[in-house]
């Protein structure tokens, strides 16, 4: 099973992918994980990668489709793959399709998780994350045991670089530029695309997810 989880940032993808990932035995499939990963290794990539990134905007095409097709490659015994804030664009889209292809497998669904530009601001400013495993909490809606402090693995939590209120209006605008229109170049494929209320209590959002996803 492969499916593709769009929406807007902080709209619940990560939250909801890795939910789905353990429900199905897929692999998540994070763009955005993966370039934090290589930012905070400091490799060449990472390097390259974090200028668009600390200003929001998206990476180069070539970057990104280099990084899923190794991160494929490195799982090809996977049931299946949960591809989160990828693609974003119509080459990648394309991208994608290609690698797909290359193995066999078929592009099973599209969901849309669907949150308004105020909620998102409120969500994005009550983020933190572990910057050792990846873990993400929110002030609000999902805090930490220990307030500042990691659950599963005692970190301190940090915000994201990304999460300013600056950043994170030009990251709004890209979504709907570049990344939105996407939504239409698959309504025009055989892939169902779902449209979810992603303004709701993660449990529904994702007992709804389960109703709509093959398997
Ligand atoms: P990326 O890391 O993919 O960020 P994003 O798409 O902006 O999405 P986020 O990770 O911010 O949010 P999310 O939807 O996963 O929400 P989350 O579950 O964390 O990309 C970052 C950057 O990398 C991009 O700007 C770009 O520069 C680059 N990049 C990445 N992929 C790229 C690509 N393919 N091409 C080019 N460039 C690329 O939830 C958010 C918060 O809300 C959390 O605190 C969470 O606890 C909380 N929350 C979640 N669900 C709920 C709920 N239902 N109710 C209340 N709170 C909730």
């Given at each position: 099973?492969?499916?593709?989880?769009?929406?807007?940032?902080?709209?619940?993808?990560?939250?909801?992918?890795?939910?789905?990932?353990?429900?199905?035995?897929?692999?998540?499939?994070?763009?955005?994980?993966?370039?934090?990963?290589?930012?905070?290794?400091?490799?060449?990539?990472?390097?390259?990668?974090?200028?668009?990134?600390?200003?929001?905007?998206?990476?180069?095409?070539?970057?990104?489709?280099?990084?899923?097709?190794?991160?494929?490659?490195?799982?090809?015994?996977?049931?299946?793959?949960?591809?989160?804030?990828?693609?974003?664009?119509?080459?990648?889209?394309?991208?994608?399709?290609?690698?797909?292809?290359?193995?066999?497998?078929?592009?099973?669904?599209?969901?849309?998780?669907?949150?308004?530009?105020?909620?998102?601001?409120?969500?994005?400013?009550?983020?933190?994350?572990?910057?050792?495993?990846?873990?993400?909490?929110?002030?609000?809606?999902?805090?930490?045991?220990?307030?500042?402090?990691c659950d599963r693995c005692?970190?301190?939590?940090?915000?994201?670089?990304?999460?300013?209120?600056?950043?994170?209006?030009?990251?709004?605008?890209?979504?709907?530029?570049?990344?939105?229109?996407?939504?239409?170049?698959?309504?025009?494929?055989d892939t169902p695309v779902?449209?979810?209320?992603?303004?709701?209590?993660?449990?529904?959002?994702?007992?709804?997810?389960?109703?709509?996803?093959?398997?």
């Amino acid at each position: 099973m492969n499916l593709i989880l769009f929406g807007a940032p902080g709209a619940g993808k990560g939250t909801q992918a890795e939910l789905l990932a353990r429900r199905y035995g897929l692999v998540r499939l994070s763009t955005g994980d993966l370039l934090r990963d290589a930012m905070r290794e400091g490799t060449e990539l990472g390097r390259e990668a974090k200028r668009y990134y600390d200003a929001g905007e998206l990476v180069p095409d070539g970057v990104i489709l280099g990084m899923v097709r190794e991160t494929m490659q490195g799982a090809a015994d996977a049931a299946g793959f949960i591809f989160d804030g990828f693609p974003r664009t119509v080459t990648q889209a394309e991208g994608l399709q290609a690698l797909l292809d290359d193995v066999g497998q078929p592009l099973d669904a599209v969901v849309v998780l669907e949150v308004d530009d105020e909620e998102i601001v409120r969500r994005l400013g009550a983020r933190l994350s572990c910057p050792q495993c990846g873990a993400v909490y929110n002030r609000d809606s999902n805090p930490p045991k220990e307030e500042g402090i990691c659950d599963r693995c005692g970190t301190p939590l940090t915000q994201r670089e990304d999460d300013r209120p600056e950043t994170v209006r030009r990251r709004l605008a890209v979504y709907r530029d570049q990344t939105a229109p996407l939504i239409g170049f698959y309504e025009q494929t055989d892939t169902p695309v779902h449209h979810v209320n992603g303004d709701r209590a993660v449990d529904e959002v994702q007992s709804e997810l389960r109703r709509l996803i093959p398997g």
